[in-house]
């Protein structure tokens, strides 16, 4: 069974970093796009990166670009979310999810359970 476990989620202060994983089990994400999104307290879940799995084309939203970056090791079946220049505003769970292409978010066809990020002085 597919499985997507995130980790490297916690607390930063404001101007911090964290590197969030997205390690998966009984599926090789080499040809998958991994999506990642975020939902704050409150507010809807939003996407915030995705690494194509073929030409590993990457895209962000405008608002983590130039602060945050995604990458993907396919040995070993991991993709990262490297995040600098944190802000109190990119606190939220955060989450992975694998699809055939940088989609819509119904469009992923597993997702991880999520890991907190609190950023707070």
């Known amino acids: 069974q597919a499985q997507l476990v995130e980790s490297g989620g916690g607390l930063a202060q404001p101007g911090g970093s964290l590197r969030l994983s997205c390690a998966a089990s009984g599926v090789s994400l080499d040809f998958y796009a991994i999506g990642w999104f975020r939902q704050a307290p409150g507010k809807e879940r939003e996407g915030v990166s995705c690494?194509?799995?073929?030409?590993?084309?990457?895209y962000y939203t405008d608002n983590v670009k130039g602060r945050f970056t995604t990458s993907r090791d396919n040995a070993k079946n991991t993709v990262y979310l490297q995040m600098n220049n944190l802000k109190p505003e990119d606190t939220a769970v955060y989450s992975c999810?694998?699809?055939?292409?940088?989609?819509?978010?119904?469009?992923?066809?597993?997702w991880g359970q999520g890991t907190q990020v609190t950023v707070s002085s």
């Open positions: 999810a694998a699809g055939q292409y940088c989609g819509e978010q119904n469009e992923y066809e597993f």
């Open positions: 690494i194509s799995g073929m030409d590993l084309r990457t």
